[in-house]
Nanobody
């Protein structure tokens, strides 16, 4: 059974930082392209960042987070991270972890973690 478990969300003031983690189990982590998405109330889910498999050589970021967020992965720990710096109120959303099988095309989602940026 595949599970993606996100953690690290919370409440932070504008300009602050958070680090999200997503631990995967039940899959061959290194064979999966990992991504972070977010969804704000009343909005569609949008891509925040993605990282290639297996080594994470290639990364891709949504335009609004470039230069502020950094995605990374640790295959030994089956974990993908999202370092979020210079947070803005508009970053407030539920953040989801997604795994996309490079060979299988299988897609799995985590349950999400809430990030709230407010003064």
């Amino acid at each position: 059974q595949v599970q993606l478990v996100e953690s690290g969300g919370g409440f932070v003031q504008p300009g602050g930082s958070l680090r999200l983690s997503c631990v995967a189990s039940g899959l061959t982590f290194s064979s999966y392209i990992m991504s972070w998405y977010r969804q704000a109330p009343g909005e569609e889910r949008e891509l925040v960042a993605s990282i290639s498999s297996p080594g994470g050589v290639s990364t891709n970021y949504g335009g609004s987070v470039k230069g502020r967020f950094t995605i990374s992965r640790d295959n030994a720990q089956s974990t993908v991270y999202l370092q979020m710096n210079s947070l803005k109120p508009e970053d407030t959303a539920v953040y989801y972890c997604k795994a996309l099988g490079f060979y299988s095309g299988a897609v799995y989602w985590g349950q999400g973690t809430q990030v709230t940026v407010s003064s």
